[in-house]
């Protein structure tokens, strides 16, 4: 069985997957970003990326698209991108953000070491949970279809994450 149709198998009976960006050497710039807190006053569910990111950021979003998302699913739109550092408080709940069950996927890019600050991101179904804890430049993408749920824990430290959004297309594996 090729790396592809694995993927796709693990996307779908896991609910995500979990790798190293194949492009670290992208991600240098977003290291010297003033990257917002989440968790500032008046942010709650919010974020800011900065100006001068935005673009590059931008450009990251397509590249994901193209280098991750495709393989799997051809059939995809851009939707929203972000950067932030730590958890809002929704976030450390068991959630789905996919409202509408429409295909929408998100791609998390961490750029600290979440095993040593003992930060995470979990994910799970009706049959089992898993404890991820990424380290600089590894990515998170969760399957967000209905039977998924995912909640974050931000302990001690840094916890910068670049977020893409996409949602799939016409796609007869998306459970």
């Known amino acids: 069985m090729d790396s592809v149709n694995l993927r796709l198998i693990s996307f779908n009976k896991y609910g995500y997957l979990h790798n190293r960006f194949s492009k670290v050497d992208k ?4 290291y010297n970003y003033t990257f917002t807190n989440c968790n500032a006053p008046g942010l709650v569910g919010e974020t800011a990326t900065p100006k001068e990111a935005q673009k590059e950021l931008e450009d990251l979003h397509k590249f994901v698209g193209k280098d991750i998302i495709k393989p799997l699913f051809p059939n995809y739109n851009l939707k929203e991108c ?13 959630h789905n953000d996919n409202v509408n069950n429409n295909g929408y996927t998100n791609l998390l890019i961490y750029l600290d070491d979440c095993y040593k600050n003992n930060n995470s991101i979990e994910i ?14 590894e990515y998170v993408w969760l399957n967000q279809s209905k039977q998924f749920q995912h909640r974050a824990t ?4 840094k916890r910068r994450v670049l977020s893409f959004e996409f949602e799939v297309l016409n796609n007869v594996w998306w459970c």
Do not use: C, Q
Request: hydrophobic share 30%.
């Open 27 to 30: 991600l240098k710039n977003f």
């Open 82 to 94: 972000a950067m932030w550092d730590g958890v809002d408080k929704p976030s450390t709940i068991w």
């Open 124 to 137: 799970k179904n009706k049959y089992r949970e898993h404890k991820i804890k990424p380290l600089p430049g």
């Open 154 to 157: 931000h302990t001690v430290g």
